[in-house]
């Protein structure tokens, strides 16, 4: 609730879909399945090749099975399977991954097969809690368990392919600039705090005033000072569900989740003592520091890693992906014709005939 909300790069069930090129790209395209038209492709053989680029080739059975298990795990993708935009931007990521996983060397392969391995597991564990289980579930996809199977491994590869090019000369630059934007970035800290809301999570109505809640707050407060018992506090006051009934414990959190006022407050406060009320959008806090520390480059490297790999793909994509593709017969999405400038009749130069321009209402999209 009082936390920024962040999405890990690779974590959990979608560690798969770890750099998905076209992340958002549902949202950005401008029609949906029904509305796609004669824009959409027209489907024809699965044997025939939609693109060729160096050293290789995408069928259309090939691309087709590539957007089925996409949509399979992300149900939203379906409604824009036939959107030119949607469809080129999903072709450049499956060209890429493709590519970039033929170039791992035998170590990241190996690396890889044991990433899948497990990430595959969790996966299907996933999936037969679900219901139905996972057998009706690709079923109802039409799709086949090695379907999946080769998008997650081929994924895979190709991520840990470009992590081992990542040189320690590059995390160890990557860590101090990082630092040095910002002092804080690899800290934690075990925190415990009492929130006093101003606002119904629920529906952001107001509960309190800011007047009421700040005296609420300093009535924690001074029971704290007095030896009052934290998490009978917590569960007794506070309006923030994460942590109440643990006492308003948040334990070795990395700060930089947390919204500004209360991470500078959990970077600065010394240790144990317990903090005046700390406002923030959500209300005030009362804190209290437990411990605090900053990671070294050891402890971030992976996180390092995974960043700059995500980097590199970027990189090749912008860059060398363009100049490897040799034939797309992908339908082109349409560009959007420019706003046509108002029309004006020149006015006459006789001072005695002079009128004011005429000037037609620019048209919009479709004429009207």
């Known amino acids: 609730m009082w936390q920024n909300k962040r999405k890990p790069l690779r974590k959990g069930l979608m560690a798969l879909c770890a750099l998905v090129l076209v992340a958002g790209v549902a949202a950005g395209c401008g029609k949906k399945k029904d509305e796609a038209g004669t824009a959409a492709a027209d489907k024809g053989q699965p044997s025939e090749v939609l693109v060729t680029y160096k050293d290789g080739q995408v069928t259309r059975g090939e691309f087709d099975t590539f957007l089925n298990v996409n949509a399979f795990f992300y149900k939203q993708y379906a409604q824009f399977k036939d959107d030119p935009a949607f469809q080129q931007d999903m072709m450049k990521q499956l060209v890429t991954f493709k590519i970039l996983s033929s170039r791992a060397d035998d170590k990241a392969k190996a690396e890889a097969e044991k990433q899948f391995t497990t990430q595959f597991e969790e996966i299907k564990g996933f999936l037969n809690a679900q219901e139905g289980g996972m057998e009706k579930q690709l079923k109802d996809a039409k799709l086949e368990q090695k379907d999946v199977e080769e998008f997650v491994k081929r994924s895979i590869t190709a991520i840990v392919s470009e992590e081992s090019k990542v040189t320690d000369q590059e995390l160890q630059t990557a860590y101090n600039t990082r630092l040095e934007q910002d002092k804080t970035a690899y800290v934690?800290?075990?925190?415990?705090?009492?929130?006093?809301?101003?606002?119904?999570?629920?529906?952001?109505?107001?509960?309190r005033s800011k007047e009421d809640a700040?005296?609420?707050?300093?009535?924690?407060?001074?029971?704290?000072?007095?030896?009052?018992?934290?998490?009978?506090?917590?569960?007794?006051?506070?309006?923030?569900?994460?942590?109440?009934?643990?006492?308003?414990?948040?334990?070795?959190?990395?700060?930089?989740?947390?919204?500004?006022?209360?991470?500078?407050?959990?970077?600065?406060?010394?240790?144990?003592?317990?903090?005046?009320?700390?406002?923030?959008?959500?209300?005030?806090?009362?804190?209290?520091?437990?411990?605090?520390?900053?990671?070294?480059?050891?402890?971030?490297?992976?996180?390092?890693?995974?960043?700059?790999?995500?980097?590199?793909?970027?990189?090749?994509?912008?860059?060398?992906?363009?100049?490897?593709?040799?034939?797309?017969?992908?339908?082109?999405?349409?560009?959007?014709?420019?706003?046509?400038?108002?029309?004006?009749?020149?006015?006459?130069?006789?001072?005695?005939?002079?009128?004011?321009?005429k000037t037609e209402a620019p048209k919009t999209e479709g004429g009207k």
């Open 188 to 207: 934690t800290a075990t925190v415990r705090h009492v929130l006093v809301g101003i606002n119904d999570p629920a529906t952001g109505k107001e509960t």
């Open 214 to 357: 700040l005296k609420r707050a300093k009535e924690v407060q001074d029971k704290l000072n007095k030896g009052g018992d934290f998490d009978a506090l917590a569960k007794e006051y506070s309006d923030d569900p994460g942590s109440k009934e643990k006492g308003g414990k948040y334990e070795n959190a990395d700060i930089s989740q947390w919204v500004p006022e209360f991470k500078k407050a959990a970077a600065e406060l010394p240790i144990g003592k317990i903090s005046d009320p700390v406002e923030t959008s959500f209300g005030y806090h009362v804190m209290k520091v437990e411990s605090r520390k900053t990671k070294t480059l050891d402890e971030v490297k992976p996180e390092l890693r995974s960043a700059a790999a995500e980097t590199k793909v970027y990189d090749f994509v912008e860059k060398e992906l363009p100049g490897l593709i040799q034939t797309n017969n992908l339908p082109k999405p349409e560009e959007k014709k420019p706003a046509e400038a108002p029309k004006t009749d020149a006015p006459s130069t006789d001072a005695s005939k002079t009128e004011a321009p």
